[in-house]
């Protein structure tokens, strides 16, 4: 599966016939595991805990757990070919394999047994999901890049037919310069209609453009409106021969720019909403009620705080056992609280923004902007 809002939200909902769920996450990173029995071997923990888990549920779900150990250990072992892959995530049911995804971006090794599949690695690498291209051009050549979640391709190179200046003076070569000018507006705007069927095919999120400055603006100044306004910054200055490494390095800065400032803009929002008619709640049990109240638009959380809490009969959450059974009794208690409403905000919709400690969030775990 695609890292995106949607497909998380599509495997959320996905029905399991009330059995459980498994949810592996596993790194593997080949700088950290070069071979594959050393990921192997941690993948193998992981199962051993999944099949303790096992031990300890009605036989039905036990052997439906114990199916998915075999399944996802079969699937690693058998249908997993690493390449540059440096995390991946499976889930499985009654011995079956649900989805994976598979990402250029190590995760933390992880396994979890619940009613639904266990997302909140996968909101960790959808909140770096930002599908940039970048267009290095010159004169008469230009390379067309993809980054998108660690893993960074070239869609395509043109070189055109750009002739060279000369030095015949007068007016033949004036005559000369304006044809060779027209050969580079036309090798230009030829780079801006291949940005756009790039763009038309799989959105991007962000453009980047490298070269000489006066090229690159020119080349800007040709974009379609609406992929103008997708450029990030200025162009940037990169060699057009530039290696791979370097290009990925600059994509992962920009990644980061473009993460820090959507999260400064969110942030911003939840600040204003103390005294504003925005409406925001921080704090675990306000942000429990809201997401019982299905209002969550953005959610801010603290990954891995770890609260254990209840989920009563009806679906609604809470932190204690007695708050639970007035939704309706029976309840079930629940691990980690926070796993539990980071996956309610994203069946209802709403966005998650995951840091990692308290300090953005005012001391809170949690904290959230709502729609009402």
Do not use: C
Not at 213 to 230: M, N, Q, S, T, W
Not at 275 to 302: H, M, P, Q
């Amino acid at each position: 599966m695609d890292v995106t809002a949607a497909a998380i939200r599509t495997l959320v909902d996905r029905s399991n016939d009330g059995l459980p769920v498994t949810s592996v996450y596993l790194n593997t990173d080949g700088s950290e595991f070069p071979r594959a029995v050393d990921y192997e071997a941690r993948l193998d923990a992981l199962l051993r805990d999944v099949r303790k888990i096992a031990e300890g549920r009605p036989e039905r779900e036990r052997d439906a757990v114990l199916a998915d150990a075999d399944a996802i250990s079969r699937w690693v072992r058998s249908d997993f070919t690493r390449g540059d892959i440096r995390g991946i995530g499976v889930f499985s049911s009654r011995g079956e394999i649900l989805d994976t995804v598979q990402s250029a971006i190590r995760v933390r090794s992880t396994a979890r047994v619940n009613d639904r599949p266990y997302v909140v690695p996968l909101e960790v690498l959808v909140g770096r999901a930002y599908h940039i291209g970048l267009v290095l051009i010159e004169r008469d050549q230009a390379r067309i890049f993809r980054y998108r979640l660690g893993r960074f391709e070239q869609y395509t190179g043109l070189v055109s037919d750009v002739h060279r200046q000369h030095s015949q003076g007068g007016w033949s070569q004036a005559r000369f310069e304006r044809s060779v000018d027209e050969e580079v507006h036309q090798h230009m705007k030829e780079a801006a209609e291949i940005l756009l069927r790039v763009h038309e095919a799989d959105p991007l999120d962000a453009v980047v453009v490298a070269g000489p400055r006066v090229g690159a603006l020119e080349f800007i100044d040709l974009l379609h409106p609406y992929l103008k306004d997708l450029v990030h910054g200025d162009p940037i200055s990169v060699d057009v021969n530039a290696g791979a490494d370097e290009l990925r390095e600059r994509m992962e800065e920009v990644e980061q720019q473009l993460v820090s400032s959507r999260r400064s803009e969110l942030l911003q929002r939840l600040a204003a909403a103390r005294g504003s008619g925005e409406k925001g709640v921080w704090g675990l049990r306000a942000v429990v009620d809201a997401v019982n109240r299905k209002a969550v638009e953005i959610l801010f959380v603290v990954e891995g705080h770890g609260d254990p809490g209840f989920r009563s009969e009806s679906g609604a959450l809470a932190l204690h056992r007695a708050d639970a059974e007035a939704f309706g009794a029976p309840v079930v208690p629940v691990d980690d609280l926070l796993d539990e409403v980071i996956e309610e905000t994203v069946r209802g919709g709403g966005h998650v923004e995951l840091f990692r400690d308290e300090v953005r969030l005012d001391g809170h775990p949690a904290a959230a902007l709502v729609r009402f």
